[in-house]
């Protein structure tokens, strides 16, 4: 049974700092996705990541994944207020269904 | 192009009442989800529609809990009789393929008391 962790689970940094969330995941897992969700709004895309030793960036995120450690990051540099929310990471085995992390919860304080 | 849409985005109802969520996916899409989040845990998945067929329904957590998707466009997912460890929030998400990224809605919060 394919079981994800994350942490930590809760977060709290200044604005400027960079810091890496971990995403662990028990048995193989061909699709690693990071998602963002804002307090009562959806869970919004953020990466999708297929292959061992992919490296996404977009603006101060970027993930990467290595399935040889079962293991996801999702790094924040120079980090800002507005990103403040709840980072969740799901892996999926082909075939099956995402199974999701517990979620981050990122506060970023001026 | 319009995103996942869910109704309503809150519910209120006592238990043993019934309540009926609504979900419209993406035009296009063939694969629908439901999930929930229960009091701050883990989002669950509960079951997977192609089209109108259910591919997996693994995660549905006892038989008071019915979904549909007639005609393969918008699904609905059933409660009855309501309990109150069902309260949370239901995400609806759809995708095109199974292997892609799912887009999510923004949840109905139901809340049985």
């Known amino acids: 049974e394919l079981k994800v962790e994350q942490n930590p689970l809760f977060l709290s940094m200044q604005e400027g700092k960079n810091y890496t969330i ?9 699709r690693l996705y990071w998602y963002r969700q804002d307090p009562g709004k959806s869970l919004e895309s953020l990466f999708v990541l297929l292959s061992n030793g992919a490296v996404k960036q977009e603006g101060r995120l970027m993930a990467s994944l290595d399935t040889k450690a079962r293991l996801s990051t999702l790094h924040i540099t120079a980090a800002v207020h ?3 929310a709840t980072y969740f990471c799901a892996a999926a ?5 995402f199974v999701f992390g517990p ?3 990122l506060s970023v304080l001026p | 192009e319009a995103g996942v849409t869910q109704f309503p985005s809150h ?7 019934t309540v009926t969520l609504r979900c419209d996916p993406i035009s296009g899409h ?12 883990e989002i669950k998945f509960l079951l997977h529609f192609v089209k109108e067929s259910k591919q997996d329904e693994s995660g549905m957590p006892n038989n008071r809990f019915l979904a549909e ?6 699904s609905t997912l059933k409660v009855q009789p309501a309990e109150l460890e069902d309260s949370g929030v239901y995400f609806c998400a759809s995708s095109q393929e199974q292997i892609y990224e799912q887009y999510f809605g923004p949840g109905t919060r139901l809340t049985v008391t």
Request: proline share 0%; hydrophobic share 15%; net charge positive.
């Open chain 2, 69 to 74: 998707r007639t005609g393969g466009t918008y």
């Open chain 1, 82 to 84: 507005d990103l403040s």
């Open chain 1, 22 to 30: 971990y995403c662990n995941y028990s048995t193989t897992s061909d």
């Open chain 2, 11 to 17: 519910s209120v109802i006592e238990k043993g009442q």
């Open chain 2, 30 to 41: 063939d694969n629908l989800y439901w999930y929930r989040r229960v009091m701050g845990k």
């Open chain 1, 103 to 105: 979620g981050t919860r």
């Open chain 1, 93 to 97: 085995y082909y075939g099956q269904n």
